[in-house]
């Protein structure tokens, strides 16, 4: 591909002080107040600090009692992760709708790739605000947004203006952008190699970017000329799209080995169902299921079965690993088994409604799927499952 590094349009997007302001959007009496999100155990870490908080000098990372020494005044809050992840979930479906190209870091924070997206949407700094007031609307939370011809550029223009930061860097601005900042910033630039160019008088990206490779080198050694173009604002990595998942399997290991029929089929529908329903999440299909049984003597028997169409049924997917496991069991009727699991992979799409014929079953699905996500996953279960040893 080979892209010209000038030519690229990169945006990076860092939520402002991620958990703690989930926490104050959903519950609206601590607007205002010093909010430390973290372990409130003897041992805990602050997770983050609000920036209230921060005034204080709480920081990521700091033990939990020194934070409350600092800033006995503020709101201590343990970590919800699966809430974070959910309102993350948000963030990122406002980020591809302006482009696929979506490299995410964490949970709060991604490159964006948007090339490709300034025709439709209008020029690089119009886009980051969009984005902005997206990411406003979608979830009530504020990010900082960096806008530059690279990732190294953009990520600390992100960072410049915190919190709530917008910052563009137009490429003849970058020296300007990065000459006074302390060379610590440079990525690779660690805590032990920091000291030794501070050693050499180079305090700033602008003093090393003026240095002799011949200084550098000593310390720098082979990445010598790297980072003097990371120096100079030059940095050709490209914007690499998070993968999605190729296989989604559920397996469990017994306490003690199994032989019942019945037991093992239960067990088998229960994961099925767990997989299905992971699929439906992803909105996808799986034209493959498999099995995999390890049994009392640690031998493991993967098996699978492709369909013409594929599915992401309940009862599709059950049927299919139950008719694997029968054939299996035919051969081994004593067997004890010490490991089940059910596979899937070879995705599609899933095909819109009216689309598909599984469409009675998908149906079902759709009214347990609603249920579990309202009073959680073991409120349902139906036929073998029920049986499934806990
Ligand atoms: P950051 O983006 O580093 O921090 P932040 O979003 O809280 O604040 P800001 O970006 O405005 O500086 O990390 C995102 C989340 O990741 C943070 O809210 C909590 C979590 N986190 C930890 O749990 N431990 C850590 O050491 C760090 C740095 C972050
Ligand atoms: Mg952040």
């Keep these: 591909m080979g892209q010209c590094s000038t030519s690229r349009s990169i945006i990076h ?4 002080a991620f958990y703690a302001s989930v926490e104050q959007l959903d519950r609206p ?15 805990g870490v602050v997770s983050t600090a609000n920036y209230e908080a921060r005034k204080f000098g709480v920081h990521s990372a700091m033990p939990m009692g020194q934070a409350r020494r600092l800033c006995p005044h503020a709101e ?45 949407f209008g020029p690089l700094e119009d886009i980051g605000r969009r984005l902005k007031r997206d990411i406003h609307e979608t ?19 992100s960072d410049a203006d915190k919190p709530d930061g917008l910052v563009y860097v137009p490429a003849e601005g970058v020296q300007a952008f990065l ?18 160019l501070r050693a050499l008088g180079l305090l700033t990206i602008g003093q090393l970017r003026r240095a002799d490779a011949g200084v550098l080198r000593p310390v720098l050694g082979n990445r010598t000329e790297h980072f003097m173009r990371l120096a100079r604002g030059i940095d050709e990595r490209e914007v690499e799209p998070s993968q999605p998942d190729k296989s989604i399997s559920h397996e469990v290991t017994f306490d ?16 099925a169902d767990r997989v299905a329903r992971r699929l439906r999440k992803q909105h996808l299909v799986a034209r493959t299921v498999s099995i995999k049984i ?19 049924s309940s009862s599709t997917i059950y049927r299919m690993a139950r008719a694997l496991f029968e054939a299996w069991r035919a051969e081994h009727r004593t067997t004890p088994v010490r490991l089940l699991g059910v596979g899937t992979s070879n995705f599609e799409d899933e095909p819109r409604p009216g689309e598909s014929p599984d469409t009675k079953n998908r149906r079902l699905d759709r009214v347990l799927d609603g249920i579990r996500d309202r009073f959680g996953e073991d409120r349902i279960a139906h036929g073998q499952a029920l049986r499934r040893r806990k």
Excluded at 103 to 118: H, K, M, N, P, T
Excluded at 258 to 270: A, M, P, Y
């Design 76 to 120: 201590f809050i343990a970590p919800r992760a699966s809430r974070y992840r959910e309102v993350s979930a948000q963030v990122f479906g406002v980020f591809h709708a302006v482009t696929p190209l979506v490299q995410g870091l964490s949970l709060d924070e991604a490159f964006l790739d948007v090339s490709a997206s300034l025709r439709l």
């Design 294 to 312: 390890r049994d009392s003597r640690f031998r493991t028997v993967p098996r699978s079965r492709s369909m013409v169409a594929g599915s992401n």
């Design 29 to 43: 009496e601590l607007r205002g107040k010093a909010v430390i999100v973290g372990g409130l155990g003897p041992r």
């Design 179 to 196: 000459d006074p900042m302390p060379i610590g910033r440079l990525w690779g630039i660690g805590r032990k190699t920091e000291p030794r």
């Design 256 to 271: 003690v080995d199994i032989n019942g029929r019945e037991e093992l089929l239960s067990e088998l529908q229960h994961q």
């Design 139 to 157: 979830t009530g939370l504020a990010a900082s947004v960096g806008m530059a011809h690279n990732k190294f550029v953009a990520k600390l223009a």
């Design 13 to 16: 997007v860092d939520m402002d």
